[in-house]
């Protein structure tokens, strides 16, 4: 389970994750960084800088600028981002690679900004076919966390009532009409990517699918 691996290591498997997101960033040509990633209010640059902004605010900052905002997340998603987003691509990837070994963090569990990671990571590969995909130990740590509480995402109400086993790797759980999939797919479904259901299968994949 994620809470019982150390605090640095999942931090460290986020450092990785994030030094070979940068690596296939550094080969997107401008049309490429213009395009709609799989949070479709952001392209792809506006989630590299949204991941730069994640990783370069502690908690007494993030919570001024929630107070700025009024509680408006998406105002405040938005001004973080436009904070650290670079006049061209090329400058906001040197800001992404400035924090790849940061382990700020607004709050919560280091699990959870591994997700952050991971999932803007297959936002960004997805659409654009890249074929780079997270190690199944990583994506079983967020599978785990996911599957154990709703966080930023309602993770654990999307798998409520089904058995879900990944094809790849040694996360299970759940009873119910069975999901199954690779790690990284499951991960993908339960923060809410309705595109990779199709790559589910089972009894209750149809019954996921509905719910997002």
């Keep these: 389970m994620a809470n019982s691996v150390a605090r640095q290591e999942l931090w460290t498997m986020a450092h ?3 030094a070979a997101l940068a690596e296939d960033l550094a080969g997107l040509d401008e049309e490429q960084w213009a395009g709609r990633s799989l949070c479709e209010q952001w392209t792809v640059e506006e989630v590299v800088a949204h991941l730069t902004a994640a990783a370069s605010i502690g908690p007494w900052r993030w919570m001024r600028s929630v107070f700025g905002a009024r509680f408006d997340f998406d105002e405040h998603n938005a001004r973080r981002l436009a904070e650290h987003r670079g ?5 906001t990837l040197d800001r992404f690679r400035a924090i790849i070994t940061s382990s700020t963090a607004p709050f919560g569990h280091p699990a959870a900004w591994l997700g952050e990671v991971i999932v803007h990571a297959q936002d960004i590969r997805h659409p654009l076919g890249l074929p780079s995909l997270p190690s199944v130990t990583a994506a079983t740590e967020v599978a785990e966390f996911y599957a154990s509480r ?4 309602n993770s654990r109400s999307t798998i409520e ?5 990944a094809t ?14 690779s790690t990284i797919a499951l991960v993908m479904a339960m923060a809410g990517r309705a ?8 009894a209750g994949s149809a019954m996921l699918r509905s719910r997002l």
């Excluded at 790849?168 to 999939?181: E, K």
């Design 16 to 18: 990785t994750e994030r």
């Design 87 to 91: 006049a061209t691509p090329a400058e």
């Design 150 to 153: 709703n966080f930023t995402v």
């Design 161 to 165: 009532g089904l058995r879900v086993e």
């Design 168 to 181: 790849d790797g040694p996360f299970a759980t759940g009873a119910g009409p069975l999901v199954s999939g």
């Design 195 to 202: 595109e990779y259901c199709a790559e589910l299968e089972g």
